[in-house]
């Protein structure tokens, strides 16, 4: 309950705050590197989604567009089970590596100058 608490309330700061009205580059990779991670564009993504404009949430990272609902479902089924008393369920040894995997292969593919105008934060 508290994470979920906690989750609200960043949500809602990012809502008043709006991240798409600038301010510092929060990255330290872009600000080092210039080159985006993964997560790049996830505070404008997370304002998006929470405002509704989907086509703005995925034109700043389509990665986290398809990752926040899944874990919100994943969190979800948790907690019902805990207020269910029943044992968490366990994931399968392949879904750490293949998610790794996932979000490494985005990380690299977003900075391809050929894609970088599809997964890069526009």
């Known amino acids: ?24 580059v929060l990255c330290p990779l872009l600000a080092l590197t210039g080159w985006y991670c ?3 564009g996830g505070l ?4 998006a989604m929470a405002t509704a404009d989907l086509a703005g ?5 389509p990665l986290l567009v398809v990752a926040l609902p899944a874990l919100a479902w994943v969190w979800l089924r948790w907690l019902i089970r805990s207020w269910q008393n029943r044992p968490p369920r366990r994931a399968p040894p392949w879904l750490v590596p293949a998610v790794g995997v996932a979000v490494l292969l985005f990380g690299l593919a977003r900075n391809l100058p ?9």
């Open 1 to 24: 309950m508290v994470i979920g608490g906690v989750l609200a309330a960043g949500v809602a700061l990012t809502v008043w705050w709006n991240p798409h009205a600038g301010g510092p």
């Open 38 to 40: 993964p997560l790049c």
């Open 44 to 47: 404008r993504t997370v304002h």
């Open 57 to 61: 949430a995925w034109a700043m990272n």
């Open 114 to 122: 050929g894609l970088q105008e599809y997964l890069g934060p526009a």
